[in-house]
């Protein structure tokens, strides 16, 4: 059984930076594509961020490109989204996904594990 648990959120103001991690347990990160969502107040789950089961691709959504950064450490089964010049827009509670099938290079929403969240508050 996947388990994905998130951690690093918090509340952060405008322009500062925050880091997440996501540790897995009960299956390897290796071989599979691991991705970052949010869900802001009142709107849908939306992709952030997306590593490749290599390490090698990696894809962002257009409104945190050139500020955030997914990388992986498969060795310690984790993940991290590195969250620079964070604005209040980025607010939301933001959860890790692991695609269900192997040798992937983006997380989709209709195929992925999903960690609890953590929860991300930009003060402007």
């Known amino acids: 059984q996947v388990q994905l648990v998130e951690s690093g959120g918090g509340l952060v103001q405008a322009g500062g930076s925050l880091t997440l991690s996501c540790a897995a347990s009960?299956?390897?990160?290796?071989?599979?594509?691991m991705g970052w969502f949010r869900q802001g107040p009142g709107k849908e789950r939306e992709f952030v961020a997306a590593i490749g089961w290599s390490g090698v691709s990696t894809h962002y959504a257009d409104s945190v490109k050139g500020r955030f950064a997914i990388s992986r450490d498969n060795a310690k089964n984790t993940v991290y989204l590195k969250m620079n010049s964070l604005k209040p827009e980025d607010t939301a509670v933001y959860y890790c996904?692991?695609?269900?099938?192997?040798?992937?290079?983006?997380?989709?929403?209709?195929?992925?594990?999903w960690g609890p969240g953590t929860r991300v508050t930009v003060s402007s």
């Open positions: 996904a692991q695609d269900r099938q192997p040798f992937g290079t983006i997380v989709t929403l209709a195929s992925a594990y």
């Open positions: 009960g299956r390897t990160t290796s071989g599979y594509a």
